[in-house]
């Protein structure tokens, strides 16, 4: 079945440096979705990247699809205590009979330093 | 609209209870997914329904595990007996009829403890 891989597991950085997780599929993906969750919350869609290559951009996070669709990435520029939280991608995958499912990586932990 | 709502936030129940967890999706969504999350396996899903319909159970563990949805505003989880290793958060999710390609909406989650 199709797997999503992320890492790094864990970060820790200290206010103001950059971070950036990176996810990988298995399969090429139709699109990739980012998920962000807060400590003790739930995951909150961040957005979605569908073209080969794209780049999106909320404020100081930039998302990038890769050119074959089976990569993706998050770069928050210069982090806050906010930015505090587990971010996760997901891509739908397709099975047999018009199964569909959300694939979710496991996750970067970012931990930020005041 | 209030968005995915679960019930109840907290259980904490003894092995070999029975435990139901329910979830409430967005009006209009017609998929609807139960995902458990722990520390070491990450976000798993378990089913997921399509229109009120089992369409991959395939991530369900055990057959100690089952999942209802008797209509379009309403699922439920449910575990009997449980066990301790069941202990996690477990999230409902929805998304709109347009499924692989919008995102999904997470409700609150359920914290199970499972003593």
């Known amino acids: 079945g199709q797997q999503v891989m992320q890492i790094p597991q864990y970060q820790h950085v200290q206010e103001g440096e950059d971070f950036t997780t990176y996810c990988n599929s298995s399969?090429?993906?139709?699109?990739i979705q980012w998920y962000k969750q807060r400590p003790g919350g739930h995951p909150v869609f961040l957005i979605q990247?569908?073209?080969?290559?794209e780049v999106k951009k909320q404020k100081r996070l930039t998302f990038q699809f890769g050119e074959a669709k089976k990569n993706s990435s998050l770069h928050i520029t210069a982090t806050q205590t906010t930015d505090v939280g587990t971010y996760f991608c997901?891509?739908?995958?397709?099975?047999?009979?018009?199964?569909?499912?959300?694939?979710f990586g496991k996750g970067t932990k970012l931990s930020v330093i005041p | 609209d209030a968005g995915v709502i679960q019930s109840p936030r907290h259980e904490v129940t003894e092995m070999g209870q029975e435990v139901t967890l329910r979830c409430k999706p967005i009006?209009?969504?017609?998929?609807l997914f139960w995902y458990r999350q722990t520390m070491m396996r990450g976000l798993e899903l378990l089913i997921y329904?399509?229109?009120?319909?089992?369409?991959?159970d395939s991530g369900m563990p055990e057959d100690r595990f089952s999942a209802k949805m008797p209509n379009a505003s309403f699922s439920t989880l449910k575990i009997q007996p449980s066990e301790p290793r069941d202990s996690a958060v477990y999230f409902c999710?929805?998304?709109?009829?347009?499924?692989?390609?919008?995102?999904?909406?997470f409700g609150q989650g359920t914290r199970l403890t499972v003593v």
């Open positions: 999710a929805s998304s709109p009829p347009t499924g692989a390609n919008t995102e999904a909406f």
């Open positions: 399969t090429t993906l139709s699109n």
């Open positions: 990247l569908v073209k080969s290559g």
């Open positions: 997901a891509g739908p995958g397709y099975s047999g009979a018009g199964s569909y499912q959300l694939t």
């Open positions: 009006s209009g969504h017609d998929y």
């Open positions: 329904f399509n229109n009120n319909v089992p369409i991959d």
